[in-house]
């Protein structure tokens, strides 16, 4: 498959008073499934020690579609949807293992941070060379419906509309 997966089981402390997951775990589910993507992208934990930069959340959207609930399995999918050479923009779905019910989605920007300077910075070659890689794979895909009507990157070198 060409979208990146993970998979996790929803914890009982996620669970709110209606007996469903707090949006909050939503949030927090979704985080995890964009760390292990970035480290899949070389933006990992060895990422920042290795140039002293990290990815910042500059803005995100999440549509609460379905219900889970306690135990539920869920498959996050994760898909660039465009890049430049200091952003990233991509898009989660969760969706239910066991019905295949969409649950939520997030889409998010982020932008590639100087730690000691606080400010933008290009990505490495090599960053730029993955993510080159992947936006040949993902621009295949078909685009979410709602996606970049909020967020989006407006030039780019990446040649996505």
Same mark, same amino acid.
């Given at each position: 498959?060409?979208?990146?997966?993970?998979?996790?089981?929803?914890?009982?402390?996620?669970?709110? =008073?209606?007996?469903?997951? *707090?949006? %909050?775990?939503? /949030? #927090? +589910?979704?985080? $995890?499934?964009?760390? @292990?993507?970035?480290?899949?992208?070389?933006?990992?934990?060895?990422?920042?020690?290795?140039?002293?930069?990290?990815?910042?959340?500059?803005?995100?959207?999440?549509?609460?579609?379905?219900?889970?609930?306690?135990?539920?399995?869920?498959?996050?999918?994760?898909?660039?949807?465009?890049?430049?050479?200091?952003?990233?923009?991509? =898009?989660?779905?969760?969706? *239910?293992? %066991?019905?295949? /019910? #969409? +649950?939520?989605? $997030?889409?998010?920007? @982020?932008?590639?941070?100087?730690?000691?300077?606080?400010?933008?910075?290009?990505?490495?070659?090599?960053?730029?060379?993955?993510?080159?890689?992947?936006?040949?794979?993902?621009?295949?895909?078909?685009?979410?419906?709602?996606?970049?009507?909020?967020?989006?990157?407006?030039?780019?070198?990446?040649?996505?509309?």
């Amino acid at each position: 498959m060409v979208l990146y997966q993970n998979q996790l089981t929803i914890l009982p402390e996620w669970i709110d =008073y209606n007996g469903h997951m *707090n949006v %909050a775990y939503y /949030v #927090l +589910a979704f985080d $995890n499934a964009t760390d @292990a993507v970035y480290e899949k992208w070389g933006l990992g934990g060895q990422y920042i020690q290795q140039t002293g930069c990290s990815v910042f959340t500059v803005g995100m959207d999440v549509d609460y579609l379905s219900e889970v609930f306690e135990g539920d399995k869920v498959t996050i999918t994760t898909q660039l949807l465009n890049w430049d050479y200091k952003r990233v923009h991509y =898009y989660h779905r969760m969706i *239910n293992t %066991a019905t295949g /019910v #969409l +649950a939520a989605v $997030n889409e998010c920007l @982020a932008m590639n941070i100087h730690l000691a300077k606080r400010r933008s910075t290009p990505f490495p070659d090599v960053v730029q060379a993955e993510l080159a890689q992947v936006m040949v794979r993902h621009k295949t895909l078909e685009r979410p419906d709602k996606a970049m009507q909020r967020l989006g990157i407006k030039s780019n070198r990446s040649g996505v509309p």
